[in-house]
Each structure stands twice: as structure tokens, then as C-alpha cells.
């Protein structure tokens, strides 16, 4: 069974950076797509991230240039380093994780841009 747990979350001022990691289990992340993806109160979930099975990244005009999605196969861990925060980016985070047109998510973690 595919498990995701998001982490890194929390309280930055506008301007700031934050890491997330998504660590996987029951899985090898390696050759997988994977993305993260936000949801703020009232809005629909927005995909900020993804890194495609090859390696291909690709992001939406809104972080593009402030976020970077990597992953480190020797730890089975996805990451999202976001830079510039701005109070928008205000949301609960979800990686995600696509094998065998499945897709598994984790359970989010906040991130809350404010000064």
C-alpha cells in the first residue's frame, strides 16, 4: 500500500522560503510521476508541480521561478523548495504520487504566508 506523509510546513513572513518533503512508502519513487498540488479555504486544489517518470519538471505561470520540485531516490523523498513567498501561496499542500494510473495523496501539510 502506497503511503505518503507531506512535512515542512508553517508560519513564514511574505518573502520567505519554506522546504516540503514528501517521503513514500509501499513504493519506489523512482520513474514514477509525481506533483504537489495546494487547496486554500473556498478554492478548488491547484497543481503547482510536477516531475514527470523522465524527470521533466513543469510548472503553472503563477511559482514558476519561485518553486522546485526535486527528488532524492535514495530516500524515497519528494521535495517542493519555494522561495518568495507571498500570502497567496497560503494553502494546505499535497504531494502526489501516480503508478499504474493511480493516484495516491497524502495528507497535506499548511503553509501559511503572513506577517
Known amino acids: 500500500q502506497v503511503q505518503l506523509v507531506e512535512s515542512g510546513g508553517g508560519l513564514v513572513q511574505p518573502g520567505g522560503s519554506l522546504r516540503l518533503s514528501c517521503a513514500a512508502s509501499?513504493?519506489?519513487?523512482?520513474?514514477?510521476?509525481m506533483g504537489w498540488s495546494r487547496q486554500a479555504p473556498g478554492l478548488q486544489r491547484e497543481w503547482v508541480a510536477f516531475i514527470t517518470s523522465g524527470g521533466r519538471t513543469n510548472y503553472p505561470d503563477s511559482v514558476k521561478g519561485r518553486f522546485t520540485i526535486s527528488r532524492d531516490n535514495t530516500k524515497n523523498t519528494m521535495y517542493l523548495q519555494m522561495i518568495s513567498l507571498k500570502p497567496e501561496d497560503t494553502a494546505v499542500y499535497y504531494c502526489?504520487?501516480?503508478?499504474?494510473?493511480?493516484?495516491?495523496w497524502g495528507q497535506g501539510t499548511q503553509v501559511t504566508v503572513s506577517s
Open positions: 502526489s504520487l501516480t503508478q499504474d494510473d493511480l493516484t495516491t
Open positions: 509501499g513504493t519506489i519513487i523512482s520513474g514514477k510521476t
